[in-house]
């Protein structure tokens, strides 16, 4: 490896800042013949992809257009980064069902270029790098070259990324009901009063509202309705009374 490469990467691998990071990663970019270098990041439980942070010396029309048009939406690009890590090239076949997107990168001379995605379960994420240019157009060979480069780099900047964002809340886990509770609740839902509920099951108003209680404090909710909804929710009103 040429000995510019391992400076750089190795002044990248030490970079805590992301805007620095990001420097060095564009400097690199241009240093391999190209232009322009985007990094960006989504949540990839946003359904309209949108991204949580955007890097990239993309032209400003460019940027400004993909935002307000919700261009990710319908960017192949970005359909296939979600869906894989395996590096893409852009070519004007991907873009066969978005011509007007392939014109678009062709008039900003982003036509010649390729994305590599990294994907990250356990906050959700989703980053992708991108490298284009105008003057020609890049080759298997070149992208397998340049393959190990995209990888180190595109990891090193989302784990930069990741740490600018808030986490994932966990989810909370479901409360185990009785099968009494689950009984009450159902009658619950289908409008029966305490008074109702007790001649059905053989038992005291008293002991439905002692059941309904315990039902609310495990949801941690605030009243029987709430708590019928959680349980609908957690699928306990859909199965039979037993878990």
């Given at each position: 490896m040429e000995r510019w490469k391992v400076s750089q990467l190795t002044k990248?691998?030490?970079?805590?800042?992301?805007?620095?990071a990001y420097r060095i990663s564009l400097s690199f970019a241009k240093n391999i013949g190209f232009k322009f270098f985007?990094?960006?990041t989504s949540y990839t439980s946003n359904t309209e992809r949108l991204s949580a942070i955007r890097l990239n010396n993309y032209p400003s029309d460019w940027n400004a257009g993909y935002e307000i048009r919700k261009l990710a939406g319908i960017d192949p690009v970005v359909a296939h980064c979600f869906q894989s890590t395996m590096p893409i090239l852009w070519t004007e076949e991907l873009?066969?069902?978005?011509r007007?997107?392939?014109?678009?990168?062709?008039q900003q001379g982003l036509q010649h270029g390729w994305s590599q995605a990294i994907h990250d379960e356990e906050s959700d994420l989703c980053s992708i790098l991108s490298l284009a240019r105008s003057h020609c157009p890049v080759s298997a060979w070149e992208l397998y070259e340049n393959l190990g480069f995209s990888v180190f780099i595109g990891h090193h900047l989302h784990k930069l990324v990741a740490l600018t964002l808030p986490k994932r809340l966990a989810t909370p886990p479901i409360p185990e009901l009785t099968l009494r509770e689950i009984d009450v609740l159902k009658l619950a839902a289908d409008g029966k009063t305490a008074y109702e509920s007790a001649r059905i099951l053989s038992l005291s108003p008293r002991t439905i509202n002692f059941h309904v209680q315990e039902t609310i404090r495990k949801f941690g909710v605030s009243?029987?309705?709430?708590?019928?909804?959680?349980?609908?929710?957690?699928?306990?009103?859909?199965?039979?009374?037993?878990r």
């Open positions: 990248l691998s030490s970079t805590t800042d992301l805007d620095t985007g990094f960006s873009f066969d069902n978005t007007c997107l392939w014109n678009e990168l062709e009243n029987k309705i709430s708590a019928v909804i959680a349980a609908a929710k957690a699928g306990y009103l859909d199965r039979d009374a037993h």
